[in-house]
């Protein structure tokens, strides 16, 4: 048996990516928004379903743009999910709003409606959802909350992309949603991202928005003779070369899910017994939704054991992080936030958790090593 290191993720190369590059760069088009960005885009909008959907340079730009759509300023609240990545907050919080945070639902991850019923103010102009390890939140405990108090929801798809939540596509349920396109995620182009939009007034604003506050798009489609500074805005439209790598890895998408859902079926079959033993509690998927097998995580007992768990797999050869250190207590998260309730079941997500290698081309015996270094570890 093989005994090199087996890293915790590496992105997946997709066939077609050189020859992709190639043709941008023989071309006199490697800025935004030619035939790969246009390409690119419509496989999106085959997937996700969603009637709208704009390139950006990466998801943190795709929620920045959230932002100016929804026109945020220092007199608002956003409410964002304590266990979470900078960027879903430090995005609300460049417009001056105040990030109110949030706790989560154990079982998932994501955010919990109660906590987040009682964040809701006066002030409060949005939520940002997050679907942990591309499966779905609360949906319609939240969709309700926002529904009575007349707040936006942004979903975070950034783990997402392909994952259903009752039947309906993760990124198309709320005002807006946003993807991301970085080497860790399923698809990649590097660094990228994009924004899911349903409204047309919305989408007319976040194409000026995207290009510098300018009517480009319009001027390219012929609607107007040239284009002006029409609004606000900045530099979120990604190059075509990046288009070109994420167009080739959208071809690829279903093989990409089935080489990821292996790794992740292969885990949720041969840990349970070992789990139930040693007080572990597995990543789970509830039955009214179809998850993205992002990642694989498990929790343990205490911080303690799960350090434990890490250097025990690191001394067999095993990558197994940890993941997003909760928001709230955080020196930015202390500045730029407030708290209603201590986040308490955040905290111990964080503190409880590791990720086990995941990428579609993991080898059956990796992931034979993987199982048998986890299921050697006793509490």
Known sequence: MSTDRIIFSRPHRARRELDNLAAVLASDHSHGDGPFTASATAKLA?????PHVLLTTSCTSALEMAGLLLELGPEDEVIVPSFAFTSTATAMALRGSTCVFADID???????????????????????????????????????????????????????????????ALGTLGTMGTLSFHDTK??????GGALLLTDEILMARAEIIREKGTDRARF????????????????????????????????EFEIIQAGRHRVWNAYAAGLPEWAARNDIQLMAVPPDREHTAHLFY?????????????????????????????????????????????????????????????WPGLGDEQIERVLAAVTEFRI
Request: aromatic share 4%.
């Open 46 to 50: 085959a997937i996700t379903e969603a």
């Open 106 to 168: 154990l079982a998932t991850g994501n955010l919990e409606p109660e906590s987040v019923a009682a964040a809701i103010t006066a002030r409060t102009k949005a939520i940002v959802v997050i679907h942990y390890g591309g499966v779905a939140a609360d949906m319609a405990g939240l969709g309700e909350l926002a529904a009575a108090h007349g707040i936006a929801i942004v979903e975070d798809n950034a783990h997402g992309l392909g994952g259903r939540w009752r039947g309906r």
């Open 186 to 191: 399923n698809l990649h182009c590097g660094e």
């Open 220 to 251: 390219l489609r012929g609607a107007v003779d040239k284009y002006s500074w029409q609004d606000i805005g900045s530099s979120y439209l990604p190059s075509e070369l990046n288009a070109a790598v994420l167009d080739a890895q959208l071809d």
């Open 298 to 358: 498990l929790r343990t007992p205490t911080e303690r054991h799960r350090d434990d768990l890490i250097a025990h797999l690191a001394a067999r050869g095993v990558s197994a992080p940890f993941h997003y250190v909760p928001l709230d207590s955080s020196p930015a998260g202390l500045k730029l936030g407030r708290t209603p309730r201590a986040c308490v079941r955040s905290a111990e997500f964080s503190s409880t958790l590791l990720r086990l290698p995941l």
